[in-house]
């Protein structure tokens, strides 16, 4: 019969404190290196089409100092940019990584190849309008708006949840796009200062985002043009503005830095520019290429 444990054999041998210690660490990490996992997570994909929209995400871990219970609690933002959307999770290591794929997962309800960010509602069979604006130096910036209301698949509009969209639909929507982007030369003016616009009516007029602005007025100007295409008018409570606190944080570089034993200037993040529409696309989820509309002020869908 085994022997009972006395008193004497609870207290702990020299060598024993480690491995307490590292049972408690096994229950706070569930077995998950979080800030390794988190440094492979946060590098941007390799495949080209992947890299596409893709944002940088980031963390700040808020437990509470002096907490003695397991695990830890952090702020998630899927866009290290943009403070105004992110989530505070808690748990082990191992529960963090799982809310924060859940997250992705979640972003990402559509089967097309498009970009969570700036496409909800996540409900495939909503189509997508891409306007591609572009800078003196060639550098690209997009902005989406969802089709809602419409869908390329005949089951969903069977069910009378969406209409299916026509030759005739498009053509309206690129006239709509030609008047109000191409005809008037639309300039996006880029800036340091952070303008979203969210809520419950931007989620169903299909344009939950944010934009680059240099001051309120252009960012609200920017989402008013996008939800002309759709004859619609963007909710005045569904703007909120942010900007850094740093006086150098978005400050252009001027110094080349050495990455692999090669000199280069580091880009300017959030660059103050002016960028031009150059052109518009559609995307259907069923169709795997995209529809061009309309290049400048020419139409493009016949």
């Known amino acids: 019969m085994p ?17 307490l210690f590292a049972i ?54 899927p866009d290290k940019e943009d403070e105004n959307i992110f989530y505070r999770l808690s748990g082990s290591d191992r529960d963090l990584v799982h809310h924060i794929n859940a997250i992705g997962y979640q972003q990402s309800g559509s089967t097309s190849n498009v970009s969570g960010k700036n496409s909800k509602p996540p409900l495939e069979g909503f189509p997508l309008i891409e306007l591609y604006f572009i800078s003196p130096n060639k550098k690209v910036g997009v902005k989406r708006i969802r089709c809602v209301g419409y869908t390329d698949s005949e089951k969903i509009a069977g069910t009378k949840l969406a209409k ?15 008047t109000i982007f191409g ?14 616009y969210s809520g419950q009516i931007a989620r169903l007029q299909g344009l939950e985002g944010y934009a680059y602005i240099r001051n ?30 740093s006086a150098t944080k978005y400050r252009k570089p001027t110094k080349e830095i050495i990455v692999a034993k090669e000199k280069i200037m580091p880009d300017e993040r959030r660059p103050v520019v002016d960028c031009e529409f150059d052109h518009a696309v559609l995307r259907l ?8 509309l309309v290049k400048r002020n020419v139409i493009l869908y016949k």
């Open 24 to 77: 408690n660490e096994l229950l706070g990490t569930g077995g998950i290196d979080f800030d390794e996992w988190w440094d492979e997570f946060s590098k941007p994909p390799f495949n080209q089409v992947d890299r596409e929209g893709w944002t940088k995400p980031k963390f700040l871990d808020i437990t509470p100092k002096g907490k003695n219970s397991i695990g830890k609690w952090i702020k998630y933002f």
């Open 3 to 19: 022997q009972k444990p006395t008193a004497k054999r609870l207290t702990l041998d020299a060598d024993e404190p480690s491995l």
């Open 183 to 196: 005809d008037t030369k639309y300039v996006w003016r880029k800036g340091k200062e952070c303008l979203s």
């Open 216 to 245: 309120e007025k252009d960012g609200i100007d920017l989402f008013t043009a996008m939800l002309k295409i759709f004859d619609a008018v963007p909710d005045s409570e569904g703007f909120n503005k942010s900007e850094s606190t």
């Open 164 to 178: 299916l969209v026509t030759p005739a639909d498009i053509k309206r929507w690129e006239n709509k796009i030609k």
């Open 285 to 292: 989820p069923l169709l795997n290429k995209p529809i061009p």
